[in-house]
């Protein structure tokens, strides 16, 4: 079992930044694709970002490309979502996901462990 942690979510004003942290405990963390996701209040959760667990290589949805830099330390076992020039489209509940396997996916469905969630709010 893989436990996650996350951390950093807050309130900002539109334009400022917020960088979140995902600890995780229990098994080796290395191995471990690993992604964000964020649900809206009466949305469905949808893909944030994500990094491999060989390379870590990354893939980011369209609204946040450019703005968003997702990565990781394994050595301190933690992944990170920096999120600049911050949008009130932005504000969300914020979970981060890891999964059984090395490849990083867009979909929800195919991770295996969630953290709690940490709330962003973002006003205009």
């Known amino acids: 079992q893989v436990q996650l942690v996350e951390a950093g979510g807050g309130s900002v004003q539109a334009g400022g930044s917020l960088r979140l942290s995902c600890a995780a405990s229990?098994?080796?963390?290395?191995?471990?694709?690993m992604g964000w996701f964020r649900q809206a209040p009466g949305k469905v959760r949808e893909f944030v970002a994500a990094?491999?667990?060989?390379?870590?290589?990354?893939s980011y949805a369209d609204s946040v490309k450019g703005r968003f830099t997702i990565s990781r330390d394994n050595a301190k076992n933690t992944m990170y979502l920096q999120m600049n020039s911050l949008k009130p489209e932005d504000t969300a509940v914020y979970y981060c996901?890891?999964?059984?396997?090395?490849?990083?996916?867009?979909?929800?469905?195919?991770?295996?462990?969630w953290g709690q969630g940490t709330q962003v709010t973002v006003s205009s």
């Open positions: 996901a890891a999964r059984d396997g090395l490849t990083r996916y867009d979909s929800a469905a195919l991770y295996d462990y």
């Open positions: 229990g098994r080796t963390f290395g191995p471990y694709a």
């Open positions: 990094i491999s667990g060989s390379y870590g290589a990354t």
